[in-house]
Structures are given as structure tokens and as C-alpha cells.
């Protein structure tokens, strides 16, 4: 939903930060890298010792790189598959990083499993979502549907982490359990949609 909604405005903004790059000589991919590794630092240094506005706030600037390495790409005119590929591959460590490291935090000093069990769920859901979508493109068939696509689960989690290091109380578990919800109710779309495509068509066997 964000990707369709936002895109424009935030291709507008990273246009002319991507040009410079590409002036400088960085390549996509490189940006891709270095955006996936401040995601993982960001989460793995600061969420496990309660940190987490500041783990919050880093993963958010360097999840940025998610957008600016699109745009690099198109504007150089050489998008590859190799750059997609490497793309979608990071967002899963990335995803599993920022989970990861919540896991950490509540199963460790954060003193809540019912919270570390719920950051879990949110990963391998959230994981689910995004192969239902590459396993029914790579079979043929479209599945971009469903509200909580990426964008929607890194805006969620990312906003009720940090309220949580501000003081917020109940902020984690609001943003936990609205994402697990989310996540599976986008799942089974995404399930039903796939179901309802192939009995529209014939398929060749398995």
C-alpha cells in the first residue's frame, strides 16, 4: 500500500541523491550491502540492551537504502536481475535482524516472553508473506495484495519500537500484536488469491 501511495514523493527525494551516487562511482548493489549491514548493526547493538529508540531510529535511516538503490538502478538505465535478486534477499536478513534483535531484548532484559514469542511470530509471518508473493511469481501468476507488504510491517514495527524507548508504555505490544494480525490476515489473502488464480487456469502438474 505505501510502495503505490508513497512512491512518487519518495523517488522525487532520493532522485538526486542517487545521481550523485552514481556520479561518484557507488553502485546499487553496494548501497543494497551497506544498507542491509546498518540494519543489522542498528538492530543487534542496540535493541538487545534496551536501546530502543536509537536501534530504532538507526534501522529506520538505513532502511532507506531499500529505496535509494531502486533508484540508482533505473536511473542508470542497467537494472539486472542479479540486483533484484540481492535486494529481496537482504530484506529477509534485515527482517530477521530487527525481529531477532527484539527477540533478544524480551526473552533476555526486556523480562517478557510473551512479547519475545510474539516479535517471533511477526519474523516467520512476515517471512510467509513475502515468499507466498515470490513463490506465485516465480509459478507465473501475480499475488501483490494484502495490507501488511513490507513498507506497512518496517512503519509499524519501527514506530512502536521507538515510542516504547521514549517512554510510551504498551506501545511494543500494541505494534506487536497489530502486526501479527496483519501478517496473517495477508497471508491467507495471498493464499485465497493464488487459490482463485489457478482455478481460473489450467496448470501443469507438480
Same mark, same amino acid.
Given at each position: 500500500?505505501?510502495?503505490?501511495?508513497?512512491?512518487?514523493?519518495?523517488?522525487?527525494?532520493?532522485?538526486?541523491?542517487?545521481?550523485?551516487?552514481?556520479?561518484?562511482?557507488?553502485?546499487?548493489?553496494?548501497?543494497?550491502?551497506?544498507?542491509?549491514?546498518?540494519?543489522?548493526?542498528?538492530?543487534? $547493538?542496540?535493541?538487545?540492551?534496551?536501546? /530502543?529508540?536509537? *536501534? =530504532? +531510529? #538507526?534501522?529506520?535511516?538505513?532502511?532507506?537504502?531499500?529505496? @535509494?538503490?531502486?533508484?540508482?538502478?533505473?536511473?542508470?538505465?542497467?537494472?539486472?536481475?542479479?540486483?533484484?535478486?540481492?535486494?529481496?534477499?537482504?530484506?529477509?536478513?534485515?527482517?530477521?535482524?530487527?525481529?531477532?534483535?527484539?527477540?533478544?531484548?524480551?526473552?533476555?532484559?526486556?523480562?517478557?516472553?510473551?512479547? $519475545?514469542?510474539?516479535?517471533?511470530?511477526? /519474523?516467520?509471518? *512476515? =517471512? +510467509? #508473506?513475502?515468499?507466498?508473493?515470490?513463490?506465485?511469481?516465480? @509459478?507465473?501468476?501475480?499475488?501483490?495484495?494484502?495490507?501488511?507488504?513490507?513498507?506497512?510491517?518496517?512503519?509499524?514495527?519501527?514506530?512502536?519500537?521507538?515510542?516504547?524507548?521514549?517512554?510510551?508504555?504498551?506501545?511494543?505490544?500494541?505494534?506487536?500484536?497489530?502486526?501479527?494480525?496483519?501478517?496473517?490476515?495477508?497471508?491467507?489473502?495471498?493464499?485465497?488469491?493464488?487459490?482463485?488464480?489457478? +482455478?481460473?487456469?489450467?496448470?501443469?502438474?507438480?
Amino acid at each position: 500500500m505505501l510502495n503505490r501511495y508513497a512512491r512518487g514523493a519518495v523517488t522525487r527525494v532520493m532522485t538526486p541523491v542517487a545521481r550523485g551516487l552514481l556520479r561518484a562511482g557507488v553502485s546499487p548493489d553496494v548501497v543494497t550491502l551497506l544498507g542491509t549491514l546498518g540494519v543489522c548493526v542498528g538492530a543487534f $547493538a542496540f535493541f538487545p540492551r534496551g536501546q /530502543l529508540f536509537l *536501534g =530504532a +531510529l #538507526v534501522i529506520a535511516l538505513f532502511s532507506l537504502s531499500d529505496l @535509494l538503490d531502486g533508484t540508482m538502478a533505473r536511473l542508470s538505465g542497467r537494472p539486472t536481475r542479479w540486483g533484484a535478486f540481492l535486494d529481496s534477499t537482504l530484506d529477509r536478513v534485515g527482517d530477521a535482524a530487527i525481529f531477532g534483535g527484539l527477540v533478544l531484548w524480551y526473552a533476555g532484559r526486556g523480562s517478557n516472553d510473551v512479547l $519475545a514469542a510474539a516479535a517471533l511470530y511477526c /519474523l516467520v509471518a *512476515g =517471512a +510467509l #508473506v513475502s515468499y507466498a508473493k515470490a513463490r506465485a511469481e516465480g @509459478l507465473g501468476m501475480t499475488c501483490d495484495i494484502g495490507f501488511a507488504e513490507r513498507a506497512e510491517r518496517l512503519l509499524i514495527i519501527l514506530s512502536a519500537t521507538g515510542l516504547t524507548g521514549l517512554g510510551l508504555r504498551y506501545a511494543d505490544a500494541v505494534g506487536l500484536w497489530v502486526l501479527a494480525v496483519a501478517s496473517t490476515v495477508t497471508l491467507f489473502q495471498r493464499v485465497v488469491f493464488v487459490r482463485r488464480q489457478t +482455478l481460473e487456469r489450467p496448470t501443469s502438474p507438480r
